[in-house]
């Protein structure tokens, strides 16, 4: 699933459906939703038409995607690191994976104490790529 100390990774199922939504639609990008109208699924973008604002928190890349989430969500799990995941259903109004039958999850897993410690700092606002 990647590398082990990323606040961010994917299983196969994800990382497939990630190169499945990219030959369809181009460079791609995630916001963790934090609720509302779509839940809190992680809702997937063609890259650049979420406007990302200088209280989103970039977690990294995922499978070549950059991955953000609001700050103030962001102080709830930043202990955690988020594990995208696909499995079937109707994805977010908005996500690009809606209407393939199958939508993105988000599951998560403490990070020890050893690899919290280890994990480069956050960085807010917008991701150069």
Known sequence: M????????????ARAMID????RHGPVMFFQSGGCCD???????????????DTDVYLGDLHGAAFYMGRDQFAYWEHTQLVIDVVAGNGGMFSLDNG????????????TDDEFNSLPAVREGPHDT
């Open 2 to 13: 990647g590398d082990a100390l990323s606040r961010v990774v994917a299983t196969d199922a």
């Open 20 to 23: 499945e939504l990219r030959a």
């Open 39 to 53: 839940g809190s699924a992680p809702m997937c973008y063609p890259d650049g038409e979420f406007n990302i604002s």
């Open 100 to 111: 393939t039958g199958r939508r993105f999850l988000t599951r998560s897993r403490l990070f």
